[in-house]
């Protein structure tokens, strides 16, 4: 007998143990490790992964799985094992680990398409590949595209065969259509038909010409009908072609070639180059300001990797870099490039992995979940802005990309470049210690200056009574680029600057009844929103504590920004971007792509222009308020704050034109708003090392934050409390557990929450400790309403 051990996908089933079932006969060759299957579970039928397949002699009584969900693993072997990694290092369940790799399309809900036998005649095509057998084996129809193919048919009711993948993203197809006849045939046929077919007469002499190719019905302009009518008579076939939904349908990329690399670019390259060569994993850290030419030494490293039949994966921060990034790899690799992000629909992601999957594409720009990319022979794994936080997932499973990059790149024996003009503090100091190469990039492209940056204090405007947000310095040169028809980019810090509702008279603030937070005020629809739980409610127009009407939103959100530009320039032509204008589809790239064609003179936003942008009329960048950030409680805000003003400042002068930089802040002495105005990344290192010393945080020491909520305050705490108490004898004396405390939002959707702490250097036992609380939590019976999280690394406290 031969059986399968699947983890099942049941939500309540937080276990790492698979569950072992029959492999039915007619299954046989078909089932292999990393397949999605569906099999019985208690009453129900549920989709599972088989880990592993093997042949048994004794009759262990089992119960058989239902059916296969893929004819090829999704799942190859390298990535499975990777799944096994995952579940240690970010101790999470390995259903959230296998689930990750794949996209969401793949992750939704099984349906069954109803299999019946039809009387219909097969497909010429389909009766090849059949050949009057009742069933094929799965290896023939193991290319998808035939799969696909089939399944149409079994609509049509001919084939008794397949089942459909899922109901979500499924694969789009396009109806095709042949003429059989010769193109005398097809003259005869012509004359013989009855006067009044004139349509059917028409679309068949379409065909002259172009007899035997198969086309689009589109290509065709023939209705769905007269089509019908003509493959009824035999004079026409038809089938149904798989199609890639593409995402930059329309779009051209001009093709352009490598540039001559600068000598400092050579530098750099070359240790990748070799690496890439030779075949040897190992990190680099490319170190190198905004312009220095980074972009285009991945871009060359992975024409290497092509070069030699391999692939590479290329990891972008967010959305907002995609757009320009993307169109920089496909202007280069044309159709080698897929793309992975958020931006994308649940389809044309299905379709941009199964382009990667069967190795139809060589390269794969990406957010964060593309460090997963089902590729088979990785050359290279380039992370760039890798200091972004957004790399690391702050949910199941919490893992950071770099991390994981690492980890595929030694089973491919490839190298990973973590690329940055602002290093993390840990990947500095590993390059620092060795354990990275670093390659240094010291300069901009052509010696183009970086810009001068100019720091506001804010108190001595206030002082000298300017009550605006904008001081006048950033005011007068805003005005003067107007004139000269040159374009500014406005950055607003957005945490600390949501807008809330705010009572003059007593101080009420409109707060979310499920979470300890104030709402944000959504002005578009007078509406207060909860970032956190997503309630929402009209603003009230009154006072619920007092009564009173001097009841308004406050805080400098964007809206508010350009509300008062407009009054104060009202030619301007602003864009506005920020999660209310970039909502829909395509969004960020309508407005960044108005913003290049000159069709504005201020683009106004927050985090998400932060970087990337690579415009050469900016010659203004103003920072609304530099230290919004630092006030934040969180051991890493000089860094986000020194990051982000570097990057900003960035933005300006990249090209012919010299940039300025405006930087507005009510604490300019700040050294991380000094130093990031002096571009100064080696002195804001040393300088926040010291300070990472004395807290005792990262990159001294590891943390891991365990989150304990429950409906009952009270709840929370104590079981806050007895984890504690389970985990202190397994740790060392140098471990620090601190907590456990209220969290700093103490309520998120009617859960209190307490978490505590743990710093430590090295701590074998530790995971093992954690896990065995995250299992003890996650049985039924014992979790008494109680859910706990564990973030190894974190990166929000
Ligand atoms: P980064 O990724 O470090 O921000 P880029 O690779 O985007 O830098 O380079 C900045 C600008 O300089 C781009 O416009 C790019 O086309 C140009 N550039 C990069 N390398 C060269 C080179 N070797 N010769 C000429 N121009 C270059
Ligand atoms: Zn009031
Ligand atoms: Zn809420």
Known sequence: MKTASVIVDVAAMQTDRPFDYEIPDRWREVIQPGMRVIVPFGPRHVQGFVLDVKEETEGRKLKPIIEPMDIVPVLNEELLSLADWLTIESLCFKISALQVMLPAAMKAKYSKVIRKTGEQPIHPEMETLFNNREEIPWEEAADAGKLAHIRKEVKNGSLEVIYSVKSKGRKKTVRMVKCTLSDTELSETVEIMAKNAVKQKEALLFFSGRTNQWLTLKETGISSATAKALIEKGYLQEKQEEMYRDPHSGQDFESDTPLVLTENQKEAITPILDAINEGTSGTFLLHGVTGSGKTEIYLQSISRVIEKGQEAIVLVPEISLTPQMTER????????????????????????????SRNEVKVVVGARSAVFAPFQNIGLIIIDEEHETSYKQEENPRYHARDVAIQRSAFYNCPVILGSATPSLETY???????????????????RPLPAVDIVDMREELREGNRSMFSRSLFDKLKDRLEKGEQTVLFLNKRGYSSFIICRDCGYVAGCPNCDVSMTYHRHRHQLKCHYCGYEELAPSVCPECGSEHIRHFGTGTQKVEEELLKLLPQARIIRMDVDTTGTKGAHERLLRKFADKEADILLGTQMIAKGLDFPHITLVG????????????????EKTFQLLTQVSGRAGRHTLPGEVVVQTYTPEHYSIQLAAEQNYESFYQQEMMMRKMGGYPP??????????????????????????????????????????????????????????IKYKREPNLTDVLKEVLEHYSKKGKSNGLMVSIDIHPYVL
């Open 623 to 638: 920072v609304l308020s530099a230290d919004t950030m630092l006030h934040l409680p969180d051991f890493r805000s000089s």
């Open 329 to 356: 790899f496909k202007r280069r690799f044309g159709n080698d490039v897929a793309v992975l992000h958020s931006g994308l629909s649940i389809g044309e992601k299905y379709d941009e992995w199964r382009k990667i």
């Open 700 to 757: 001294f020491y590891y943390l891991a934050l365990i989150t304990v909520s429950h409906e009952e305050a009270v709840e929370a705490a104590s079981a806050a409390n007895k984890i504690v108490t389970k985990i202190t004898p397994s740790l060392s004396p140098a471990a620090v557990i601190l907590g456990p405390v209220a969290s700093p939002i103490a309520r998120i959707n009617n859960r209190y929450r307490w978490q505590c702490l």
């Open 429 to 447: 100091a590993r390059a620092k210690k060795g354990v990275y190469t670093l390659l240094s990039l010291e300069s901009r492209v052509n010696d």
